[in-house]
């Protein structure tokens, strides 16, 4: 069942690329020719498959995973959220939390473990800034004289983190302890228990549903030290970026829902990602304005 | 001047209120179902207008502030009567803070105007019953910054320059005094400054500051400014930094520095100091003079290093809130003896400072004047802090119930057993205002550094934001 999935919507994929592809380039004047004069079957055979090797490892990302490590699957997953050389997009978030709705919009630039957070909406906390360089992160606002040193566990609103919005790094934050099977709404997940490697990292331990076809993450489970869930997100990938002319599926929205007051959910919306180089002086306290 | 102002906020205000100036960083409804594909670079800006890039450029924020403040003097040495200092009792302020900013590719422009209407009253002293209308319009900070290839950055303009990870104040600063961390509704008031920012990678920067003027940030009694000279050098580290500051100010050098380690997810550490040759402060010195110890720059000229460190951690709970812990051992600052000198010369100034209302001419306004010169030098006598060892303890939480800022702070000084509580409370009304209320409560003698100036303050009153 799931090698016929797979090879339906890799033939569909297949079909749509290469007419496209081989009408542009004339290959299949050029494939014509070529089985037109070669000797026999095999070689028929053979250019066939060469061509749609070559399509497939050209024009679709991600490629179909079978050789793929968990690690690579979850590097690959990391890209999906913005763990990329330099990025701008904006936020809104939504949270409901013991009955308060609460919203934000916010614009972020990210570049690796560095981001950026300005506050655009609501009025009264317009201007909060966030800065994180790596693990050293501080809080700004208009009434404030300087920049507040503060550690990674404060809370950003209602159920989310500060790493919920910048860039993700699970890869090099994680140690993968345990893979199985598994999915989410049907769609095959390689379910990864992710341990932190130090206790620098925002969540202890991590379960993590990452979709086999696609390279992202779907779900995700977070848990303390002890061992106790305490909130889980769905992860939703609607924007596309290009990447070396390549489609890349990109983070459009998560849901953050508290695993005990079940009532309290986050919701963030990422829109318009923004593919950019970003200076240093973005991530520099000299240099920001308060 | 007053109209021009009056024109300009008014301007700011309507300005504020049209939709394309009202969010210039407002980029429209998410639509998070609709798939979007960007290319890189795609933010559509080539193929922008040059009007709609100069929007795009144009940032502004307008705030109103409006508030009370009950606070109660300290009849003490320092301000006997409160005839000295003239705190008024009640206090109602209005204030017009509009931000302004335009931010283009080479070149920023910013300006911060304000507007503050206070009405004063006092209950005690020489100016008991009295009530005064005060105003006062200026431009508390502006810049004008250049950037050449985004790694170099030349501005000079008027701000309020503060560094450092310090709650207590900034040992590593040379220019202020004041950090703003006492009260957030209060603004410290900016000084010219000229800096070049030079960033060679992510993790250094060098800046040159030149401090010129001492702008907005006049104290009244103070010696005539000098210019500071300073040489800051950062390191950002993945999980640390750390800063060294070189100044110069009067032929008189001073190594500034501070650190920070972000230890844990939860816990940070981090430290903030400075070392000087000598002290530039004054100090009580005995002499046989009838009147007493005058005060004097007796360290000027010293060889000894008088450093000023500063211990700090803090650690955040899974809730949210945030403890911290401070220690600052301030060795420019009062031995026990000085600090008895120091009292002691207060005693004698604030008598003679009330002798000079009594005794007749010309031997009354001498006295008067003699007095009230020392009750100068001991309000202000150079020191950040007064005496060697302080500690404070904090506790802060934000957005409890999405709407609730809280802040708590107990400051003491370990040697004369004074301190000072601090509560800072906010409550988000809607998305537009904000309620506020802080207070100041201080304890310890009349002769203790928290008991010398105010019983207690509150203040309290409402943001409103554009």
């Known amino acids: 069942m799931k090698q016929m999935h797979k090879k339906n919507s890799l033939t569909r994929e297949l079909t749509s690329t290469m007419q496209y592809k081989l009408r542009e380039q004339n290959i299949l004047k050029f494939a014509g020719r070529t089985i037109r004069h070669s000797r026999g079957h095999h070689t028929m055979l053979f250019v066939f498959v060469f061509v749609s090797v070559f399509f497939c490892l050209n024009f679709f990302t991600p490629v179909v995973n079978a050789e793929m490590s968990p690690k690579e699957m979850l590097q690959k997953a990391d890209e999906a959220r913005g763990n990329m050389e330099g990025i701008q997009w904006n936020i809104s978030m939504d949270s409901l939390e013991n009955g308060t709705e609460q919203h934000r919009k916010l614009k972020v630039i990210a570049r690796g473990y560095d981001s950026f957070i300005d506050t655009l909406e609501p009025a009264n906390v317009k201007g909060q800034k966030l800065l994180m360089q790596d693990r050293n992160m501080w809080f700004s606002k208009p009434d404030l004289s300087k920049p507040v040193p503060i550690s990674p566990r404060q809370k950003l609103m209602g159920g989310a983190s500060n790493g919920d919005i910048a860039a993700t790094n699970y890869a090099d934050d994680y140690k993968i302890v345990h893979t199985s099977e598994g999915a989410v709404k049907d769609e095959p997940c390689i379910v990864m228990e992710l341990q932190a490697v130090d206790n620098k990292a925002t969540y202890d331990k991590i379960k993590y549903w990452v979709s086999k076809e696609r390279l992202v993450g779907l779900q995700a489970e977070f848990y303390t030290v002890s061992g106790k869930m305490f909130k889980t997100a769905v992860f939703e990938y609607k924007n596309t970026v290009m990447i070396n002319e390549k489609p890349r599926e990109f983070i459009s929205k998560m849901t953050i829902t508290n695993a005990i007051m079940k009532n309290d959910v986050t919701t963030i919306h990422y829109s318009k990602p923004i593919l950019k180089k970003v200076s240093n002086a973005v991530f520099n306290l000299n240099i920001m304005t308060k | ?466």
């Open chain 2, 1 to 466: 001047m007053k109209q021009s102002f009056l024109f300009f906020f008014s301007f700011m205000a309507v300005l504020l209120w049209w939709p394309p100036f009202a969010g210039a960083d407002d980029v429209g409804e998410v639509k998070p179902t609709e798939s979007q594909t960007f290319k890189a670079g795609d933010a559509g800006y080539a193929n922008q207008s040059l009007l709609d890039k100069f929007q795009g450029s144009l940032f502004a924020d307008f705030r109103v502030l409006t508030y009370g403040v009950i606070q109660e003097p300290n009849n003490t040495t320092q301000n006997p009567n409160n005839n000295f200092l003239q705190i008024p009792h009640y206090t109602a302020d209005v204030e017009l803070r509009p931000d302004l900013r335009f931010d283009s590719k080479y070149l920023e422009l910013s300006a911060k105007p304000r507007a503050k209407l206070e009405l004063r009253e006092w209950e005690d002293g020489s100016r008991s019953g009295e009530t005064q209308w005060k105003d006062d319009w200026y431009v508390n900070e502006w810049l004008v910054r250049l950037n050449a290839m985004n790694k170099v950055y030349v501005s000079y303009g008027r701000e309020n320059l503060q560094w450092g990870p310090s709650f207590i104040f900034s040992p590593s600063n040379p220019f202020f005094r004041d950090n703003g961390r006492s009260n957030p509704y209060t603004e410290v008031l900016g000084m010219e400054f000229g800096r070049l920012v030079f960033i060679p990678s992510s993790a250094w920067t060098m800046s040159f500051i030149v401090n010129t003027d001492e702008g907005r940030n006049m104290l009244v009694w103070s010696e005539p400014f000098e210019k500071t000279y300073a040489l800051k050098v950062d390191y950002m580290g993945g999980e640390n930094y750390a800063s060294v500051i070189i100044s110069e100010k009067d032929y008189k050098k001073t190594l500034g520095y501070f650190a920070g380690w972000t230890v844990s997810d939860a816990v940070t550490l981090y430290s903030e100091g400075s070392f000087t040759q000598g002290s530039q402060a004054l100090y009580p010195k005995k002499d046989l003079s009838i009147l007493g110890a005058p005060m004097q720059k007796v360290h000027e000229d010293d060889s000894e290093i008088e450093p000023i460190i500063l211990l700090g951690g803090s650690y955040t709970l899974d809730g949210g809130g945030t403890l911290t812990l401070e220690y600052v051992y301030n060795g420019p600052g009062y031995s026990k003896e000085e600090t008895e000198t120091y009292y002691k010369l207060r005693r004698y100034g604030a008598l003679a400072f009330n002798l000079g209302n009594i005794l007749p001419s010309p031997v009354g306004p001498l006295v008067g004047a003699w007095g009230q010169q020392t009750l100068i030098e001991t309000f202000y006598p150079g020191l950040k802090m007064l005496q060697n060892n302080y500690a404070m303890l904090q506790y802060t939480q934000t957005n409890i119930l999405n709407k609730i800022d809280l802040t708590l702070r107990w400051t003491e000084n370990c040697d004369d057993s004074s301190f000072q509580v601090l509560t800072i409370v906010s409550y988000a009304l809607g998305n537009h205002m904000e309620l506020f209320t802080s207070g100041i409560l201080n304890t310890g003698g009349e002769e203790t550094e928290y008991g010398s100036l105010i019983k207690y303050q509150v203040m309290f009153g409402i943001k409103f934001t554009l």
